[in-house]
C-alpha cells in the first residue's frame, strides 16, 4: 500500500513532477508531462504498479527538507549502523524528462536495497526491458508503446521476475548518482547527453525567485514554500499551473470523490494571478496571463472551466478498473467530466485577475481587452441560467449565490476597466446590469430569518464560497451581512476549526458518500476573518492550518481532523493559493490597524 498522503514530498522540472514518499520511493510520476499517463504508479495500487525505491534494508529514522528555498529534496536515513544521506532532483530546463537520484554516505556503512519497477500507461503495460551500452556506459532501456525510460548509474540493479533489484552497502563518503530519463521510444539513445550536476544551479535559480517573495507576511516561510510548489506545478512552456499533479486520491477513504486535478483551472490560474501580484512576482504573473488569455481564446460560447496545460480543450472522463485505488479508493478516474460544465463564477475570477494586472502593469493591452469584452457580453446573454457552481456539482445545476456575486465581480470588473483605464465599451449596460446582480442577490440569496447568505436561492443552507464575498469588494468585511454569514459558517460547517465546504447531506451535488473539511476554505474564514476585524481569530486560525502542512509545507485539497491525515489530490493549488491570499490578506489588515494602535 501507498503511504498516508502527507508523507510524500513534491519533486519536479517544470513540466512534470513526482511524490518522493519518506521511504525512498517514488509512487507516483507521469512522463513526460503531468497530464501524461503514468509510469510510477504504485500511488493508486501497489508496488507492481511502479514504484523506484532506494532505501535502507532494515529499521530507520527518516528526517527530509528542502535545501534551501529550492525544489530539491533531501532525505536523511538513520539507521544503528550509520547514516546515508538521498538527494532527489529533476533538472529543469532541457528538452526530456530525468529523475536524479544521489545517496551519499554521512557515517559508518548502510545497507540499501534498490528496486526499480517501470510500467508504463498507469501501471497496465509491462515494457520490453534490456541493457544496451550509451558511450560505453551499461544502461537499463524500458520501452513500450511511445515511451522509453533509461536507467544509468554505477551499480544497475538486476531483472527479477518484472523488476529490478539490487542490495548494497553505502560507506562515509561514498556517492552513487542514478538517474531515470524519459525519452521518445523513436529517438536513439546516442542522442543521450550527460546532465552533469545541476543541483548547485537548480538550488541558486530557485533561491534568487524566491528571495523576491515578501517577508513583512505571517507565516513567510509557508507563504514562500507554497509560492515555490504553485512555481512547480506550473508548466514553464506554456504557463499553465496544474490543480495538482495527481489523480483520484480521495476526499473520503474508501468513496466514490476521487478526481483527475492534472488540468488547469481557469479559477485556479486566475487567484495564482492575484497572488503572485501581492507577494511581488508581476513577470511571473503575466507568464500565466498569457496561458489564460490562448486559453480561452476564440467564440465565447465556446468557454471551458478548465483546458490541458497546453490549453487542449477535450478532457474526457474515464476510470481505470486496474488499479485498486488508493487504499481501496474506487474508482480511478483520468480525465474530468467537470471541464464542459457551466460555472458562471469563472468570468468572474478571471476579469479581477486581469483587473489586477492592468492595474500593477498601469496600463492596459488592447487585444487582450477586446477578447475580455467579447466574453463579459456573452455573459450578459446567459448569467441568469442556473448552474454547477464552484464546486462542480453533479446534481441538478442551481442559482448558486457565489456564482452571482462573481457575476457581479465580471460587470464591475469590465466596468473599472473603462471608468479607470479608458477602454471602451457599452459601460451603461454593464453598469445595469452589476447593479441589477447585486439587487438580485441581496434579494434572493439572503436569508432573513437565518441572518446569513445561502448556498443558493432555494435553500438555507450556508456555504463556505459565501466568504469570498468580502474578498472580492462584494460588500464589506464588517457588513452585517457578512458578519451573520460568518457566524453561519461557524455553527454549520465548522468541524475541529476546519471548514467543509458545505453539507453534503443535502444530496446538492449529486454523490453518494462524504468528505472532509475543504482547506482552502478554512483559509476563506482566515481572510472572512481579517476584513471583519476579527484579527485575533484570524491569526489564531492561520496558526493552526500553517501546523496542519506537512514537514516539507505541503497541503492536501482536504484534511481529516479525526484521524489526523491529509485527504484529497496532493498536493492542491488551491489550498496553497488561499493560504498565500490568508497570510496577505491578514497582513494588511494588521498594517491598517497599527496606526490606530498608537
Not at 119 to 147: L, T
Not at 495 to 513: K, M, S
Not at 546 to 563: F, K, R
Request: hydrophobic share 40%; aromatic share 8%; charged share 25%.
Amino acid at each position: 500500500m501507498a503511504l498516508p498522503i502527507e508523507d510524500y514530498a513534491l519533486i519536479g522540472d517544470r513540466h512534470t513532477a513526482a511524490l518522493v514518499g519518506t521511504d525512498g520511493s517514488i509512487d507516483w510520476l507521469c512522463l513526460p508531462r503531468f497530464d501524461s499517463s503514468a509510469c510510477l504508479a504504485a500511488l493508486l495500487g501497489t508496488s507492481d504498479h511502479g514504484h523506484w525505491q532506494l532505501v535502507p534494508d532494515g529499521v530507520y529514522a527518516t528526517e527530509r527538507r528542502y535545501l534551501g528555498a529550492s525544489s530539491v529534496l533531501e532525505t536523511t536515513f538513520t539507521t544503528a549502523d550509520g547514516v546515508v544521506r538521498l538527494t532527489d532532483h529533476m533538472p529543469p530546463g532541457d528538452d526530456r524528462a530525468d529523475v536524479v537520484r544521489r545517496i551519499t554516505g554521512v557515517s559508518g556503512t548502510v545497507r540499501m536495497r534498490h528496486e526499480w519497477k517501470i510500467r508504463f500507461d498507469y501501471g497496465a503495460v509491462h515494457p520490453w526491458v534490456r541493457r544496451h551500452h550509451v558511450r560505453g556506459e551499461e544502461v537499463i532501456v524500458a520501452i513500450a508503446g511511445p515511451d522509453q525510460v533509461v536507467l544509468s548509474g554505477p551499480r544497475l540493479p538486476r531483472a527479477v521476475d518484472h523488476s529490478h533489484n539490487d542490495a548494497f552497502d553505502v560507506a562515509a563518503g561514498d556517492d552513487l548518482v542514478f538517474t531515470m530519463t524519459w525519452l521518445p521510444s523513436h529517438v536513439p539513445l546516442d542522442d543521450l547527453h550527460d546532465l552533469g550536476d545541476r543541483v548547485g544551479a537548480s538550488i541558486a535559480a530557485d533561491e534568487e525567485w524566491a528571495a523576491v517573495c515578501r517577508q513583512d507576511v505571517p507565516h513567510a516561510d509557508l507563504v514562500q514554500r507554497s509560492l515555490l510548489t504553485l512555481r512547480l506545478m506550473t508548466h514553464e512552456a506554456t504557463g499553465g499551473i496544474v490543480a495538482a499533479p495527481t489523480t483520484s486520491l480521495p476526499e473520503e477513504i474508501g468513496g466514490e470523490r476521487n478526481w483527475d486535478y492534472r488540468f488547469c483551472w481557469l479559477r485556479d490560474a486566475a487567484l495564482t494571478i492575484t497572488s503572485l501580484i501581492d507577494a511581488g512576482y508581476l513577470e511571473e504573473a503575466m507568464l500565466w496571463r498569457a496561458w489564460l488569455l490562448r486559453s480561452v481564446a476564440g467564440d465565447p460560447e465556446d468557454l471551458q472551466i478548465m483546458y490541458a496545460v497546453d490549453g487542449a480543450r477535450r478532457l474526457p472522463e474515464h476510470e481505470l478498473p486496474h488499479l485498486p485505488g488508493y487504499e481501496g479508493s474506487l474508482p480511478v478516474r483520468i480525465g474530468n467530466g467537470a471541464a464542459v460544465q457551466q460555472q458562471h463564477d469563472v468570468l468572474g475570477e478571471v476579469m479581477d485577475a486581469l483587473e489586477r494586472v492592468r492595474t500593477a502593469r498601469g496600463h492596459a493591452d488592447p487585444d487582450a481587452w477586446a477578447l475580455q469584452r467579447s466574453l463579459v457580453s456573452d455573459l450578459a446573454h446567459h448569467w441568469r441560467e442556473p448552474d454547477h457552481g464552484i464546486w462542480e456539482i453533479r446534481g441538478e445545476p442551481r442559482h448558486f449565490t457565489h456564482s452571482k456575486a462573481m457575476v457581479w465581480v465580471a460587470f464591475d470588473r469590465a466596468v473599472r476597466a473603462v471608468e479607470e483605464h479608458g477602454l471602451d465599451g457599452p459601460v451603461e449596460e454593464w453598469r445595469r446590469i452589476r447593479d441589477e446582480v447585486h439587487a438580485e442577490v441581496l434579494a434572493r440569496g439572503w436569508n432573513e430569518a437565518k441572518q446569513t447568505f445561502t448556498q443558493h436561492y432555494d435553500t438555507d443552507e450556508v456555504d463556505a464560497s459565501l466568504l469570498v464575498l468580502p474578498l472580492v469588494g462584494f460588500l464589506p468585511g464588517d457588513d452585517p451581512r457578512i458578519l451573520g454569514t460568518i457566524q453561519a459558517v461557524e455553527r454549520e460547517l465548522v468541524r475541529d476549526r476546519l471548514v467543509l465546504r458545505y453539507r453534503t447531506e443535502t444530496g446538492v451535488d449529486g454523490l453518494t458518500g462524504d468528505e472532509h473539511p475543504f482547506l482552502a476554505c478554512s483559509f476563506w474564514l482566515v481572510s472572512a476573518y481579517a476584513l471583519a476585524g476579527r484579527r485575533d481569530d484570524a491569526r489564531a486560525l492561520l496558526d493552526h492550518l500553517a501546523s496542519l502542512a506537512n514537514d516539507v509545507g505541503l497541503l492536501s485539497e482536504e484534511y481529516d481532523p479525526v484521524a489526523s491525515r491529509m485527504t484529497g489530490n496532493f498536493p492542491q493549488a488551491f489550498s496553497h493559493l488561499t493560504l498565500v491570499q490568508a497570510a496577505l490578506v491578514l497582513a494588511e489588515a494588521d498594517r491598517r490597524a497599527a496606526p490606530a494602535a498608537t
